[in-house]
């Protein structure tokens, strides 16, 4: 993870790396739900596109198992992405 714009002006940009993976947000609650994480080496978090709704269609869902790059912002334990690519599988 690293910061690609910061002043105290602007909100704080991240550059994640990391694969897509189904996961269960708010385990062992009544408010659980299944959501697509962005994992990386360090934690994982909740992924969406920045510019669409929570409760609507996520594009990450055709890409759950890829590797991607992405970046964005981490807002409320949902990192929402400005951008992303897929990067090729290690092989």
């Known amino acids: 993870m690293k910061a690609?714009?910061?002043?105290?002006?602007?909100?704080e940009y991240l550059e994640l790396t990391g694969k897509l993976e189904l996961r269960t947000?708010?385990?062992?609650t009544k408010r659980s739900f299944s959501g697509i994480y962005i994992v990386t080496e360090r934690a994982a978090?909740?992924?969406?596109?920045?510019?669409?709704?929570?409760?609507?269609n996520n594009p990450f869902q055709a890409l759950l198992g890829n590797v991607i790059k992405a970046t964005g912002q981490?807002?409320?334990?949902?990192?929402?992405a400005e951008g992303w690519d897929t990067l090729p599988a290690e092989g």
Do not use: D, T, W
């Not at 690609?4 to 909100?11: E, Q, R």
């Not at 947000?25 to 062992?28: G, H, I, S, T």
């Open 74 to 80: 981490l807002k409320n334990e949902v990192f929402l």
């Open 25 to 28: 947000f708010y385990a062992n």
């Open 45 to 56: 978090y909740l992924i969406r596109p920045a510019h669409m709704p929570a409760n609507g």
């Open 4 to 11: 690609l714009h910061h002043n105290k002006h602007s909100p």
